[in-house]
């Protein structure tokens, strides 16, 4: 496959789903489709993403680099089940204003800040109580 190819099936790959997704995964699931696509290849194209503002990258709380394409490329939050990755995009007015005023009050300027919140969602927690 050509680089650009490559960069298109990992998007692709990406904007199929609602979950945050590690480079692992996404390689296994491009190589189940016949992909020849390196693991290496998926990262470099990844990090790309990334670099435009096109893909979203946290670390999840077991320390796993994951990503997501969201809707919007304007700033928001992320609320993300521990379990099977799915997210919703969650904008926080009161964070805003809260980091804010901090800042202020300590002189700080030009602040950016990260807020994601980990949880189980309710189709996990439903088949969890189900078993
Ligand atoms: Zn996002
Ligand atoms: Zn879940
Ligand atoms: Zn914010």
Redesign the pocket.
């Known amino acids: 496959m050509r680089a650009t190819r490559q960069g298109d099936a990992v998007c692709a790959a990406l904007t199929e789903t609602d979950a945050f997704t590690s480079a692992q995964e996404l390689h296994a699931l491009l190589r189940s489709r016949g992909a020849g696509v390196g693991l290496t290849t998926v990262y470099r194209h990844l990090q790309v993403l990334v670099d435009r503002g096109e893909v979203d990258m946290i670390r999840r709380d077991d320390g796993e680099t994951v990503y997501r394409r969201c809707a919007t490329e304007a700033h928001h939050h992320h609320l993300v089940?521990?379990?099977?990755?799915?997210t919703v995009e969650i904008a926080g007015p009161e964070i805003e204003a809260w980091t804010a005023a901090i800042a202020d009050a300590e002189g700080f300027v030009d602040v950016e800040h990260t807020v994601e919140i980990y949880g189980?969602?309710a189709?996990?927690?439903a088949a969890s109580a189900a078993s």
């Open positions: 089940c521990r379990l099977c990755g799915r189980t969602c189709g996990c927690a």
